[in-house]
């Protein structure tokens, strides 16, 4: 565990993701990375019950109990964390999580505590590389995907060098703990501390940019995944 030193007052906006080649990328169009197809996979998860009969055989019930999103690349199914660690030789090169000094980090929401974690540790730790090649490739996976592995993958690859802090300290980098409130606010990530500065908002004002864009999007028939990422950053940023 890495102890270092923030201060936090209230809550951290997303930056806006930036678009790549995702954005072009339909359903039908084959998706490849270093030279070879890749594509998400569902695999159903079942729920076994076994119930002791007095007479006769036990009850055996399968209920279904969600999806596992997997990854088909080179002949294997991964798991995310587990593709990532075969495809970069770097992977979680620093296996560290970042413990807060102060309770005021959980006035911010889970993702962005997440953030504020790669953040810390960027300061301490060297970065790995990743291609340019790489990064498109990976962000044409996630981009169309509507499935939360993808989006919140996606999510990260948009922060200040998210693709190589993600490789650096792993994909689901985060901070254990419940979010105090909700708050409007604008964040300054500095190199020795972090603070967050609260913005006045009325329900009206903060929902307006919101209800005016997904009516645009669904009249233009925009893929659920970019209306939903979308819409998320919107709320981040009022």
């Not at 201060?7 to 998706?31: D, H, K, N, Y």
């Not at 159903?44 to 088909?72: M, Y």
């Not at 974690?117 to 970065?127: E, K």
């Not at 009206?204 to 659920?224: C, D, F, I, K, V």
């Amino acid at each position: 565990m890495v102890n270092v030193e923030n201060t936090a007052f209230v809550p951290l906006p997303l930056e806006r993701a930036g678009r790549g080649a995702s954005e072009g990328t339909t359903a039908a169009e084959e998706i490849t990375f270093r030279g070879k197809p890749i594509a998400w996979v569902d695999e159903q998860k079942t729920k076994r019950t076994v119930t002791a009969n007095a007479f006769g055989p036990d009850e055996i019930r399968e209920q279904f109990n969600g999806c596992r999103h997997l990854i088909a690349y080179d002949g294997h199914t991964y798991e995310r964390e587990e593709f990532l660690r075969s495809a970069f030789q770097e992977y979680k090169k620093y296996p560290y999580r970042v413990k807060p000094l102060t309770d005021d980090v959980f006035r911010l929401g889970g993702d962005q505590r997440a953030k504020l974690a790669y953040h810390i540790l960027a300061l301490r730790f060297p970065l790995a590389g990743v291609a340019a090649e790489d990064k498109e490739n990976l962000e044409r996976l996630c981009g169309p995907a509507e499935h939360k592995t993808a989006q919140r993958w996606y999510t990260r690859m948009h922060w200040p060098q998210g693709h190589e802090k993600i490789v650096t300290f792993g994909v689901s980098l985060k901070m254990e703990g419940r979010t105090r409130g909700v708050w409007c606010y604008h964040a300054n990530l500095g190199d020795t501390c972090a603070s967050y500065s609260g913005v006045s908002m009325t329900w009206e004002h903060w929902t307006a940019p919101l209800l005016a864009y997904l009516q645009t999007q669904r009249g233009r028939g925009t893929n659920t995944a970019a209306i939903s990422r979308d819409a998320m950053e919107i709320l981040y940023y009022q």
